[in-house]
Structure formats: structure tokens, C-alpha cells
């Protein structure tokens, strides 16, 4: 389900539609991070174990998390996509992200990308964000392909893949790196 929110100016000749994200699976809800998801969400982001084979690493700090979930949100107001919060439903905890986004920020590939909190690895929470997000993409926003990337010894990442309906398309380099693709088409 996405919810898109009509917000009138107080002239009422102008308006401005805002997509608010929300999409819920059995277990999670994906929706819009907002900044008082930052220490919780610092968990995942900083977090080496998670985030050591990301460009960029780690997040150093809540602060430097806090200017990710901004820029998130910026994202999402400028391309109608970003990486959304995984907020899991029964403790209502942020136990990580997944969305879409233009692979090196470029417009020729989307990209999923999903990052999960130790804590809640081997459960199929990955799987169930990915395969929500897929749909999404595929449908709602009318993209043809969604592609995903990880290290050729990613094995976990690449289950992921394959669970959430993707195929192994080959190898290619992104982020200056020899990585494995997989894609989802409509």
C-alpha cells in the first residue's frame, strides 16, 4: 500500500503531492525513515559487521546517520524511490533497510539494496523486504528491470536474490568493484 498525501498551501490555489511510503508484509512494515528513526537505525548502519563491504563503510555516528535518513528522504521527494526502514512489526524495532535507488547514482540501472541488523539474519526478513520493495518497483513505479548486486562471495546476499524471484545475469563492475548481478523484469 503506498499513501500519497495532498498538502494545500493556505492560498488554496496550489498544491503539492508528497508519496508517503508504506508498504507492510507479514512481518514488516517499510515506510519513509524520519529522523527520530536515527538511533535506532544507527544499529544497522554502523555497524561493521553489516556495513564493512559497503562503499563508504560504517556510519561513524547517529549524526552521520541522521544525514543519511535526510538525504534518503531527499531522494525519495526528487526520484519517488529511496532506501526505506524495515520496521519490524511486532517490537517496532528499525532492523535495517531496503529500497531502490539508481545504481552509482546514475539513471541507467535501479538497484535494490537490502541491510539487516545481525540480530535478525537467517529469518527470511531480507527475502520478505526484497520481494515487497521488487514488487513495488515493478508495478507502482512502472520500471522494466531492477537490478541487484553483491561480491561474488556473498552468498547470503545472493539467496536473497534468488528467493525474492531474481535471476544471475552475469558479472559487471559498479562502484570500481567486480560484482555479480542479478535482475527481476516486469
Not at 539474519?121 to 548486486?149: C, F, H, K, M, P
Request: negative net charge; hydrophobic residues 40%; contains cysteine.
Amino acid at each position: 500500500m503506498v499513501w500519497i498525501l495532498m498538502v494545500y498551501h493556505k492560498d488554496h490555489m496550489s498544491r503539492c503531492e508528497c508519496i508517503i511510503m508504506r508498504l507492510e508484509t507479514a512481518r514488516l512494515m517499510i515506510r519513509d525513515f524520519v529522523e527520530e528513526d536515527a538511533i535506532d537505525y544507527h544499529r544497522t548502519l554502523g555497524d561493521p559487521e553489516v556495513m564493512g563491504r559497503i562503499p563508504g563503510g560504517p556510519s561513524p555516528s547517529v549524526k552521520f546517520t541522521l544525514e543519511k535518513i535526510r538525504k534518503y528522504n531527499a531522494y525519495m521527494e526528487k526520484e519517488g524511490m529511496t532506501l526505506w526502514a524495515l520496521e519490524h512489526k511486532e517490537n517496532g524495532e528499525i532492523i535495517g533497510n531496503c529500497g531502490l535507488f539508481h545504481v552509482e547514482m546514475k539513471l541507467e540501472d535501479v538497484e535494490v539494496s537490502y541491510d539487516i541488523r545481525p540480530k535478525y539474519w537467517n529469518q527470511g526478513y531480507a527475502t520478505e523486504a526484497a520481494t515487497a520493495v521488487l514488487e513495488y518497483g515493478l508495478t507502482s513505479l512502472g520500471l522494466d528491470r531492477i537490478i541487484a548486486i553483491t561480491f561474488p562471495d556473498h552468498k547470503a546476499s545472493m539467496r536473497v536474490m534468488e528467493k525474492a524471484g531474481m535471476v544471475y545475469v552475469g558479472t559487471g563492475v559498479y562502484y570500481e568493484m567486480e560484482m555479480v548481478v542479478y535482475e527481476k523484469v516486469r
